[in-house]
């Protein structure tokens, strides 16, 4: 299956456009729309998050992900091989946390190019067609083996915030442990106590606790930890 993960957001014509050309070029591969209001513009916070997700899909899986605010600059395409499963898109460290968290990366450049590639929508024009390829086993010509990115500055696990939900839950890019199950978490200038789940504190009360992803989040009970605490994306936090 092809799976998409981008920035484009819940609205305009972006995500239909994209998922025209993969139905148009590889009809028998299933399309899954999973995250589409990844933090906009922000390759970083956004790797982190797909990091923690695509754990949860089937080796063999291809990941369409558009990040790419140097759409039509110096920046390479890239196709990255790690944990049975492709991640295609920018070369802007979208991949980094998912090959440090799987090991045994393989990197390629996209070499390909269509004949009417736009300057500003890589994700329909290049990074489709070659997911759709990848999905059907046929991408040999259109990558190539290269040297990965320098990784050494990339943290297994990011202690910030990188995303916030609809409910105004802020999850972070720790991968929860059970010894911190007793620790205080600081964010937003406190210090918030941990909880197995929403009810196990009063209502207008925060909690941190692990999320479905397997990830630190910060919540209000019956509201909103993003307006209560004023938490919000790349803002650190820290063990109390």
């Avoid at 190539?144 to 409910?167: F, K, M, Q």
Wanted: include cysteine; aromatic fraction near 10%.
């Amino acid at each position: 299956m092809i799976v998409t993960f981008t920035d484009f957001g819940c609205h305009g014509p972006y995500l239909g456009q994209m998922v025209a050309v993969l139905r148009r070029q590889a009809p028998s591969v299933e399309v899954i729309d999973l995250l589409n209001d990844a933090p906009a513009t922000d390759p970083k916070h956004s790797a982190y998050l797909l990091a923690a997700l695509a754990r949860w899909w089937p080796e063999g899986t291809v990941f369409l992900c558009v990040v790419d605010p140097g759409v039509g600059s110096g920046r390479k395409p890239v196709a990255l091989k790690t944990g049975g499963k492709w991640f295609v898109g920018p070369d802007n460290g979208l991949f980094n946390p998912v090959a440090l968290q799987n090991g045994n990366p393989e990197w390629f450049e996209i070499v390909w190019r269509p004949d009417d590639l736009s300057a500003s929508f890589h994700g329909r024009d290049l990074f489709a067609p070659v997911a759709a390829a990848v999905a059907l086993g046929n991408q040999q010509r259109m990558v190539s083996p290269c040297e990965g990115p320098d990784l050494a500055a990339w943290e297994r696990d990011l202690a910030e915030i990188i995303y916030i939900d609809h409910y105004g839950n802020a999850v972070t890019g720790l991968r929860y442990r059970d010894a911190w199950r007793e620790r205080g978490l600081w964010a937003g200038g406190r210090r918030i106590s941990p909880a197995h789940t929403f009810s196990d504190v009063k209502r207008g009360e925060p909690l941190w606790y692990c999320n479905s992803m397997g990830l630190v989040e910060v919540a209000v009970n019956r509201g909103s930890a993003a307006k209560s605490l004023g938490l919000a994306i790349a803002q650190a936090v820290r063990w109390a």
